[in-house]
């Protein structure tokens, strides 16, 4: 240490490690314990102990602890709700750079802990060990550490990214992607030896005392632990892999999984959480199979039996529990910057202190020398004077500068990173195992759609694997090429090319001073939003065009273009322009605030002024016009904002003499009709019959333009056309359903309806499946089965129960919201979703798979469409008494109350808003459900499951046809509840 200072370093970066992780937990309530570290029986984790006797016990065999983990558990059993234990653990395993068979661990356990709060508590304790290590490294002046704690100078930062939340992959699906091939069910007798042809077929080396738990281990450390870089966490891994979790079935993957979650950070394990098995008669049988696998592991030696103690204590009731553990020397390598446990241990690894105890501390010495020697060489350090500067050439390196105009950091970070960059900007794609198919689709893409990006249509520039290098660009043009080249089914590569390109995109995001080809890449992707991931903005196309336009100011891509060939010049203004269109298209259809300005529209005019502009980019500059003027009259409030639009169409005139000029006139129709909405909204104004009127004139020009000038092009549309199309067909909707009164007298609502008819017909002929007008369709049938009876007049149709029964009422409206759909955070296999009078969404969550939560269990919540809070719900005080794994309903009646069909029990019911039943019916008659294996059912109730799909309730005045039938009756006016059963 007194030769080598730096060496003190990882010693007080580790002090303040424990002590960050002390200071969160005291203050959170837990309370601090100490544990044996000697102990009859090892147990706590899958490992080999360290054996010994102890003389006072008659030779009693003791084993060094390998985790704290039963004996804390111990204590919630006890009583205790909040403990944690920082201190040593011992596992007879091997050494190596990030393993030592003596090791310092951190474990905590809190009642009542869900996985999602342990991994959140996770990414909140990093942030403030880091913030605590950053603060020692300032300068004592500025730096608000406690006093009398130590300093860490010249320590390097540690560039990590730990904003919430950090990225999550399930263990099961993450692997099937990453390997391209599904696994065996992992629950059957032979998933052992399918996993060894798994093996072969991969070409994979089998590890040694190959176990289903070691195998498993292997194809994660192979495909899954070299994709975190960054904080990510590896999510319900395979049961066989952890024996004290609580344990349930993944309804998408068929597997038996466990709750527990490992952090992972530059590839390498940090942390480990789970919701602890509490029941003692599972609890066995997970201890049962572990000695199984220790046996064949040969690590049987240190546990033969089970832990009876342990399971004498669950028997007394453990309460659900989350519990956390962490290799405390890791930490102190993440936050020290270094690359062996052996530097952050004050003796070195068990190695060094067996050799220091057999006296070859010389060749210890000797060894460190020459490994100083290496690196002082390797800085460029002078071997006679260590304290020497490097030559000139070493100092400032051989590279090209980002430019004369570079920032010096960025200078710096090039000189460091060339090569990375280089390699990753240069990487031949790997989109597609499928080399022909590759090229075939990317040929598709610059045929079809090209001329988006700066390519043009007489262009003979070849487009294939070695000219699309950019793997964001070509996975995203493969993409779009995928999903509408297949007309009948989906492309099979397109999910995995859509997740893929959501993966090289938050990459890509992260770095500066990009290519083109970056800027190409985003504005495809945005373009195509709603195709890319087939459902209403699966791509925020606001978010990754603003991201796109901030990194626009950085690059030399779209600066000194005098310096660049006219091709160049072309692609650069052209894709610009294209992006600032694209991010103007999702700031008026979301509400959101532009980063573009009125400098960048005029800007937009140099391409008009390039004389390599062709009708379409001129026609794109004028609509980027129109769209700025709809953004300012809407966003910013500013008056005129109709007369705007008509000098708009007066100067743009020529343009609509022109062929193909429809898009221009339905963007016009469509910025008309988002005006006159703005007047509707607003509460100041009467409603007029005239307003109405013009609304559903503008509505009607843009269905009527889209099928009258349909050609071999309009299946290749950008999906913001699709958007306008449907929006007009949701307000003539809302409209005729709102204001019918006001419109019958003048206007043929029939007609009307038609029209809306035709143009879902027209989306849903649309080839391919893939299309965003099928989707659009979706949105558009969805309205109408929700409105259909406050348009018609007619008397003669469907029962409600027909009419409201759609799982697509919850498909927000993306033109007034930039909300994305509800995801599995907040529903599990949902059911029923229905839109309230106040736009919110009453849902029935069944909660099969429940994110990060171990039992399932039902209830009815009604969500905020633009929160996405949840308002209200329902669901029993013992939650598992209400719980139906598939359909079910929920009805908001008239009175208030919830009309509730709980389907696997066949029990309806009505609850109040303070969840107090009103009444209930239990259907005593049952049935199978349709296409489910019994097997599939099978323990998951302990009596026969009905099959009741879903009930309604209606008081006569709600619906015609119910006082109709009535009348016949004899004019009782009573309820009826109408119930259609599977």
């Not at 000189?415 to 080399?435: G, H, I, V, W």
């Not at 009467?686 to 269905?703: F, N, Q």
């Not at 099959?947 to 015609?960: D, S």
Request: aromatic share 8%; with cysteine; charged share 20%.
């Amino acid at each position: 240490m007194l030769a080598n200072p730096s060496s003190v370093q990882p010693l007080l970066v580790r002090h303040h490690v424990v002590q960050a992780l002390r200071d969160h937990l005291n203050k959170t309530q837990f309370v601090e314990v100490t544990t044996p570290l000697l102990t009859a029986g090892a147990g706590g984790a899958v490992a080999r102990p360290f054996e010994t006797e102890a003389t006072e016990l008659e030779g009693q065999k003791l084993n060094l602890r390998i985790a704290p983990e039963l004996w804390l558990k111990r204590l919630i059993v006890g009583g205790m709700s909040r403990i944690y234990e920082i201190g040593p653990a011992f596992r007879n395993e091997g050494v190596d750079a990030t393993h030592n068979p003596e090791f310092t661990i951190c474990e905590f356990y809190e009642a009542c802990a869900t996985l999602d709060s342990l991994m959140t508590k996770t990414e909140l304790l990093l942030r403030e060990m880091k913030q605590r290590i950053d603060e020692a490294r300032a300068p004592a002046s500025s730096s608000p550490i406690s006093s009398g704690s130590p300093r860490l100078r010249d320590l390097p930062e540690v560039k990590l990214d730990l904003q919430s939340p950090f990225r999550r992959l399930e263990f099961l699906p993450a692997l099937e992607s990453a390997m391209k091939t599904p696994l065996p069910n992992l629950s059957t007798p032979s998933a052992h030896e399918n996993l060894l042809s798994l093996f072969a077929a991969q070409n994979l080396d089998i590890p040694s005392n190959p176990t289903l738990p070691r195998l498993l281990d292997a194809l994660a450390a192979h495909y899954l632990e070299p994709l975190c870089d960054q904080p990510t966490f590896i999510t319900h891994h395979p049961a066989a892999l952890s024996p004290l979790s609580k344990h349930f079935r993944c309804p998408t993957t068929g597997q038996t999984i466990a709750a527990r979650a490992e952090l992972f950070i530059h590839g390498r394990e940090f942390a480990n959480m789970y919701e602890e098995e509490n029941s003692p008669f599972a609890q066995r049988s997970k201890f049962l199979e572990q000695l199984r696998y220790r046996a064949v592991d040969g690590e049987g030696d240190g546990q033969k039996d089970v832990d009876e103690s342990y399971l004498e204590a669950l028997e007394w009731g453990m309460p659900p529990t989350g519990g956390w553990g962490c290799g405390v020397d890791r930490l102190v390598m993440l936050f020290s910057g270094r690359e062996r446990m052996s530097e952050v241990l004050a003796f070195g690894s068990l190695r060094n202190v067996v050799g220091l105890g057999r006296g070859r501390s010389r060749r210890s010495l000797e060894e460190l020398a020459g490994t100083v020697k290496q690196l002082s060489q390797y800085v460029g350090f002078s071997e006679d004077d260590p304290r020497a500067e490097q030559d000139e050439s070493v100092r400032h390196g051989e590279w090209q500068a980002s430019g004369i105009d570079a920032a010096p950091p960025e200078v710096l970070r090039d000189a460091a990173l060339e090569n990375d960059e280089q390699s990753l900007q240069n990487t031949p794609p790997s989109a597609l195992a499928n080399d022909a198919e590759a090229k075939m689709l990317l040929s598709t893409f610059r045929t079809r759609y090209g001329r988006w990006i700066g390519i043009k249509e007489s262009d003979d520039e070849t487009w294939n694997m070695r000219t699309v290098r950019y793997p964001l660009l070509f996975t995203a043009c493969c993409l779009v090429a995928t999903r509408h080249s297949s007309e009948h089914v989906p492309h099979s590569e397109a999910d995995r090319l859509f997740f893929q390109a959501k993966d090289e995109l938050s990459a890509s995001l992260l770095q500066t001073r990009q290519p083109l080809a970056f800027f190409q890449a985003v504005l495809i992707l945005s373009l195509w939003s709603t195709t890319a991931g087939q459902q209403p903005l699966s791509l925020d196309s606001w978010l990754i065009t603003g991201y796109a336009l901030q990194h626009s100011l950085a690059p030399a891509v779209f600066q000194s273009l005098n310096n660049r060939t006219a091709k160049e010049q072309f692609a650069a203004l052209s894709v610009r322009n294209h992006l600032c269109l694209s991010h103007l298209h999702a700031c008026i259809s979301t509400r959101r605030t532009a980063v573009v300005t009125s400098s960048d529209i005029e800007l937009s005019r140099q391409l008009l002024n390039s004389g390599s502009s062709s009708k379409f980019e001129t026609c794109k500059v004028a609509e980027l016009a129109l769209y700025w003027i709809l953004y300012e009259h809407r966003i910013n409030g500013t008056l005129h904002g109709r007369s705007a639009l008509h000098h708009w169409k007066l100067k743009w005139a020529r343009l609509f003499d022109q062929s193909r000029h429809q898009f221009l006139l339905m963007s016009y129709s469509f910025g008309q009709l988002l005006m006159c909405e703005q007047v509707l909204g607003s509460k100041s104004v009467a409603v007029h019959k005239s307003l109405l009127e013009e609304m559903l004139r503008h509505s009607s020009s843009i269905m009527q333009l889209a099928i009258d000038t349909t050609d071999a092009r309009t299946k290749h549309l950008t999906d913001h056309v699709y958007h306008i199309i449907a929006f007009a067909a949701v307000t003539a909707l809302r409209l005729m359903s709102r204001y019918r009164k006001n419109l019958q007298a003048s206007t043929d609502i029939g007609q009307m309806e038609t029209l809306v008819s035709k143009t879902v017909e027209w989306l849903d002929s649309i080839e391919p499946v893939s299309n965003a007008g099928r989707t659009m369709s979706d949105v558009i049938k969805a309205t109408q089965r929700k409105l259909g009876s406050r348009i018609s007049s007619s008397t003669q149709m469907s029962p409600p129960a027909l009419l409201m029964d759609s799982t697509k009422l919850a498909v927000p409206d993306l033109h007034r919201r930039g909300e994305n759909d509800l995801d599995s955070t907040v529903v599990a296999l949902q059911h029923h979703a229905t839109e309230l009078k106040d736009g919110s969404i009453l849902i029935f969550d069944n909660g099969v798979y429940r994110h990060h939560e171990s039992f399932p269990y039902s209830r009815i919540i009604q969500v905020d469409r633009a929160t996405k809070q949840i308002v209200w719900q329902y669901h029993e005080k013992n939650p598992m008494t209400f719980f139906t794994p598939f359909m079910g309903g929920a009805q908001r009646l008239a009175n208030g109350n919830t009309l509730i069909t709980e389907a696997a029990n066949g029990r309806i019911f009505e609850v109040t808003m303070e969840g107090e039943t009103v009444w209930e019916y239990v259907v005593d008659d049952f049935a199978t459900y349709g296409g489910l294996d019994a097997k599939e059912l099978e323990g998951m109730f302990d009596y026969p499951a009905n099959a009741t799909f879903r009930a309604y309730k209606y008081t006569p005045e709600e619906v015609p046809w119910l006082s109709e039938n009535s009348a016949v009756d004899g004019g009782q006016n009573m309820d009826r509840t109408v119930q259609v059963k599977l």
